[in-house]
C-alpha cells in the first residue's frame, strides 16, 4: 500500500494487480503509512463512485487499525443506542452535525433525556498507540481539535453536557491519554476541558470477519 496526493492510495491485490482505492483520512495516520503494508479495502457499490475500492484498514504488526474517518460518528452513535455507554443513556433524541459555537457542528447532540440535560457529544477518531495497551490523540497538530474542546467548554458554562468520544479503531490497547509532546496546544486544551467539566470517553472497536465491532471500554488515563 503507498499513499499520494492525501486522498489515493495504490494497493496490490493477491492477484497482483494494483488498484487505486480512496482513502478517507487526510490525517497523518503516524506509524501507518509504510510502504507495502496489508490493507484491507471495501468495493463500493455506488455505478457513480470515482473510484472503485475504498480504504478500511492497514496492518500494524499484527494488528488491523481501521482508518476510515467515516466511521466513528456511526460507530459512537450505535453504541449510544445499545446502551454501551452508561453515561449517555436514556436520550430518547440523538441529532447529527447540529450547529453551536462559534461557526461549529457537534457531531451528535443528545436531547428530552427524563433526568439529565441536553449532551453535545464531540467524537474524535483514534488509530495512533505508540506503547504497548495505549491509544493516544492526535497524532499530529489539530488547531480544530483544541477549537472544539474550548467550544464545550462553553457549552458546560451554559449548563449542558459536554462529552467528547474518542473512538478507537483497533482493539489492543486498554488506556488512553493524549499526545502533549505531539500538539502540547491541543493537550492544554484537553486539561481545561477536564477541568471544566467536560465528559471523556474512550471506546474500542476491533475488526472481524463482518466489519468493525465494540470491544472494550479504555481506561482514560
Avoid at 457499490?45 to 466511521?71: F, I, M
Wanted: proline share 5%.
Amino acid at each position: 500500500m503507498s499513499r499520494y496526493k492525501r486522498f489515493f492510495a495504490d494497493i496490490r491485490l493477491e492477484s497482483g494487480e494494483i488498484v487505486t482505492a480512496h482513502c478517507p483520512n487526510p490525517g497523518k495516520m503516524m506509524g501507518l503509512l509504510v510502504e507495502d503494508t496489508p490493507a484491507l479495502i471495501t468495493e463500493s457499490k455506488n455505478p457513480k463512485a470515482k473510484l472503485k475500492y475504498r480504504l478500511e484498514a492497514l496492518k500494524e504488526g499484527d494488528q488491523w487499525v481501521g482508518v476510515n474517518t467515516g466511521w466513528p460518528n456511526l460507530l459512537i452513535r450505535n453504541a449510544i443506542v445499545a446502551g454501551l455507554i452508561p453515561s449517555l443513556d436514556g436520550y430518547p433524541v440523538i441529532r447529527p452535525e447540529v450547529r453551536y459555537g462559534h461557526n461549529s457542528r457537534i457531531d451528535l447532540k443528545l436531547e428530552d433525556h427524563p433526568v439529565h440535560v441536553d449532551a453535545y457529544v464531540e467524537v474524535k477518531n483514534v488509530h495512533l498507540s505508540r506503547t504497548p495497551g495505549l491509544a493516544e490523540f492526535p497524532d499530529c497538530v489539530t488547531e480544530r481539535g483544541a477549537k472544539h474542546l474550548y467550544e464545550l467548554i462553553d457549552m458546560v458554562a451554559a449548563g449542558y453536557r459536554a462529552v467528547v468520544v474518542f473512538c478507537v479503531q483497533r482493539d489492543d490497547v486498554d488506556r488512553f491519554d493524549v499526545c502533549a509532546d505531539l500538539d502540547p496546544k491541543f493537550a492544554a486544551a484537553y486539561r481545561a476541558a477536564r477541568m471544566a467539566g467536560v465528559e471523556i470517553v474512550a471506546l474500542s472497536f476491533g475488526f472481524d470477519e463482518t466489519g468493525l465491532r465494540f470491544h472494550h471500554t479504555l481506561t482514560i488515563t
